[in-house]
């Protein structure tokens, strides 16, 4: 079955970086998405990235995929107080039936500390 | 541009009492979904929505009931709310998929916090 997992907890020291990890399960996913969500908010999509990449960097997000151990992982480089968050990773698979299929981790919930 | 709203950002029901979530998008989407949030699950998709005047079931649709009678909102109902139903409901939405099949993100609104008592 389809099954996306993530660790729970993560706390770091800002100005470190920070590296959020993610295992998935269905070897079809056409997306790997990284959402955040703060405290009383919906999901901020953060970055995404295709299924055929290894890596994706936006400015201090670097993403990396690897697809033969299916493990996603979010880094997170200088770490702030205001990354301080929940995040979730999500796989969607491949199209079916006229929808995006995403299935969602647990999410991690990210604490910075100075 | 207001995005995904969700309405209303609160409410506390009493077992067996029945409401509506609405949900209103700007941004000419054809699809729409419902979702809930519950501690340590993630997020579980409720019903669908393709276009105006379709919907399907997602994962956990028992005990709701939606409808889509206009592109831009999406009704998420509880006819009989039960204490397991107590969760954060989110509304999101996303543009038809292009012609190589692929989806964009999906767009959150910022969610109905629900407590049935």
């Known amino acids: 079955g389809e099954d996306v997992e993530q660790s729970l907890f993560l706390s770091v020291r800002e100005g470190d970086s920070s590296v959020i990890n993610c295992t998935y399960t269905d070897s079809s996913s056409t997306y790997l998405y990284w959402y955040k969500q703060e405290p009383g908010a919906g999901l901020q999509l953060l970055t995404y990235?295709?299924?055929?990449?290894d890596m994706k960097q936006d400015q201090r997000l670097t993403v990396l995929l690897n697809k033969k151990d299916k493990h996603l992982s979010l880094r997170i480089a200088d770490t702030q107080t205001g990354d301080s968050a929940i995040y979730f990773c999500a796989e969607a698979t491949l199209f079916s039936g006229g929808y995006n299929k995403l299935i969602f981790g647990a999410g991690t919930r990210l604490a910075v500390h100075p | 541009n207001a995005g995904v709203t969700q309405t209303p950002k609160f409410r506390v029901l009493k077992t067996g009492q029945s409401m509506t979530l609405l949900c209103a998008q700007d941004m000419n989407h054809e699809y729409m979904y419902w979702y809930r949030q519950d501690p340590g699950m993630g997020l579980r998709l409720i019903h669908y929505?393709?276009?105006?005047?379709?919907?399907a079931k997602g994962e956990v649709p028992d005990g709701y009931n939606v409808s889509r009678l206009k592109k831009q909102n999406f009704l998420l109902g509880l006819e009989s709310a039960a204490p397991s139903q107590t969760s954060v409901y989110f509304c999101a939405s996303n543009p038809a998929r292009d012609r190589g099949g692929y989806n964009s993100p999906l767009h959150f609104g910022n969610g109905t916090r629900l407590t049935v008592t």
């Open positions: 929505s393709v276009g105006e005047g379709t919907t």
């Open positions: 990235i295709f299924s055929n990449m």
